[in-house]
């Protein structure tokens, strides 16, 4: 399977994030129910999309939240870990377009193939895909009738010369 | 045996971080000041929680002078002996820490991005790719000209502002986003430069959509190619 495949096929968080999602809601100590009755939706009603053009990512069972961001948008990609993530094999992404925020757009959780999806953001993600030289569709189409309208001028010419060597 | 090991496996430390994309990337690390830099900061903290510390331990005795209630004294007792056994604990792994987070520093530079990981406890690796940087600076205090070391800034696109994130107030780091810090390196300038010139190599400027900037396709090159030799014959014909 393709990185691109493999990434497509991401929609639901690991099940380590939970337990993640439980030890931290732990470390504050005697409320820890509240943390961890709203991380305990936050995980279960999570949801990833990756597609051709971007990723959205929604969660909330009351309060519901959608977040959707194009790849070609994308600035810098963070890869964040404390040591219980790291224990559990788990690593923040953290999304950044050029808004003016000072805290991250979009932040995926709990994916054990964060490198992957690492490189496959910055592989789709703004400054990055220019460098490849792919042309956009407007452009490739407006090419060939450029090139012929040329190769026109060049026969015309042609044929002038034909014509002044018959003389 | 040395005694990062162990302490790298328990708090399950990666090795070091894959090469960003892009070329074989130039590695920069921190320079050995910037050792001294962070323990001097470190001592400094340090000498202002022992002062705590003994400061409450005056502030207990002159409580017990004032006669207030048993239980009370015992309890503020307690805290203070709890006080200087996390500092005894907070003193010998904080010094092991200042000493593994100067260890375990990555500046990356390819052609195409910037690659930084830091950070022992919390790691941080953060990727900016060249054709988004907008601007480079250095910054040095005092005491690290003294050391001979600065700090090189790289900046992206995007305010620097606290909150406004569309995830805000989940567990967004103080660490402002848009901005990639080469620590403590002692060729501040050197990199600087390099930085630049990478930036300046890239294809646009990562403001507009990726693709603002396009080569004229090849196609109508050689079609002006034929154009042009089409010309000169026929002038050869006329002249």
């Known amino acids: ?49 990756f597609d051709e053009e971007g990723i959205s990512m929604s969660w909330g069972i009351l309060f519901r939240r959608q977040i959707t961001l194009t790849y070609a948008r994308i600035q810098d990609i963070h890869l964040t870990s404390n040591i219980i993530e790291r224990w559990l094999g788990l690593a923040r992404i953290q999304i950044q377009t050029a808004s003016a925020s000072a805290s991250a757009e979009m932040t995926l959780e709990g994916l054990h193939e964060f490198e ?47 014509a002044l060597e018959r003389r | ?32 000041n910037f050792f001294k830099f962070r323990l001097v900061r470190w001592g400094l903290t340090q000498l202002l929680a022992l002062a705590g510390l003994l400061w409450a331990l005056q502030f207990i005795h002159w409580v017990d002078s004032t006669g207030v209630p048993e239980p009370v004294i015992w309890m503020m ?22 000493r593994l987070d100067y260890e375990m520093r990555w500046y990356m530079l390819s052609d195409r991005a910037v690659r930084i990981r830091e950070g022992v406890a919390t790691i941080r690796e953060k990727t900016i790719a ?18 001979g070391i600065a700090d090189v800034e ?34 501040a300038e050197e990199i600087r430069d390099l ?12 403001l507009g959509d990726p693709d603002e900037l396009q080569r004229p396709p090849d196609d109508a090159g050689a079609a002006v190619a034929e154009l042009l030799r089409e010309a000169r014959a026929l002038r050869a014909v006329v002249g």
Do not use: C
Not at chain 2, 170 to 184: C, D, I, L, Q, T
């Open chain 2, 195 to 206: 930085v630049r010139e990478g930036v300046r190599l890239q294809r646009n400027t990562g």
């Open chain 2, 1 to 32: 045996m040395s005694w990062r090991e162990p302490i790298l496996r328990l708090m399950r430390v990666p090795h070091e971080p894959a090469p960003p994309p892009g070329s074989p990337p130039r590695l920069f690390r921190a320079a050995p």
């Open chain 1, 116 to 162: 992957q999806v690492r490189d496959f953001l910055y592989s789709k993600m703004r400054g990055v895909r220019g460098g490849t030289g792919t042309a956009p569709a407007e452009l490739a189409s407006s090419d060939p009738s450029l090139a012929s309208a040329l190769r026109e001028v060049a026969a015309e010419l042609r044929a002038v010369r034909e």
């Open chain 2, 154 to 187: 790289v900046k992206t696109a995007g305010g620097g502002g606290s909150g406004g994130g569309e995830m805000d107030g989940k567990k967004s780091s103080r660490e402002p986003m848009h901005v990639a810090y080469f620590r403590g390196v002692a060729n």
């Open chain 1, 1 to 49: 399977m393709s990185l691109d495949q493999r990434v497509f096929a991401i929609h639901r968080p690991s099940p380590a994030l939970l337990k993640y999602y439980v030890l931290s809601s732990f470390l504050v100590g005697p409320f820890f129910l509240f943390p961890l009755l709203y991380l305990n939706f936050r995980y279960r009603s999570m949801r990833y999309e």
């Open chain 2, 77 to 98: 007792k307690a805290g203070e002996v709890i006080g200087w056994l996390v500092f005894a604990f907070e003193f010998v792994f904080g010094a092991l820490l200042v």
């Open chain 2, 130 to 147: 060249l054709a988004n940087v907008q601007n480079l600076a250095i910054r040095q205090g005092p005491l690290q000209r003294l050391l």
